[in-house]
């Protein structure tokens, strides 16, 4: 569904940048495009937080690898 998502905005968009189409609303595309970029990186980084801490709470059952980092480092 996602993936529909995006292939049917993407030229929507493209038409509003451009000029072709109105957006609706009060904000200029360059305005709207920084909002949606602003909000979409502040759910991807909770998101990732959100994954992590599950992970870090995870129960004790579950087998976790415990080797060697990429740098040499242990965990």
């Known amino acids: 569904m996602a993936a529909g998502l995006t292939v049917s905005w993407i ?44 992970s870090v709470h995870a129960p004790a059952d579950v087998p976790v690898s415990r080797g060697p980092l990429p740098h040499g480092r242990t965990a």
């Open 11 to 54: 030229p929507l968009w493209i038409g509003i940048w451009h000029g072709h189409l109105d957006l609706p609303g009060r904000l200029a595309p360059s305005a709207w495009h920084a909002h949606e970029m602003l909000f979409g990186f502040t759910s991807a980084v909770e998101l990732a937080e959100g994954v992590t801490m599950a």
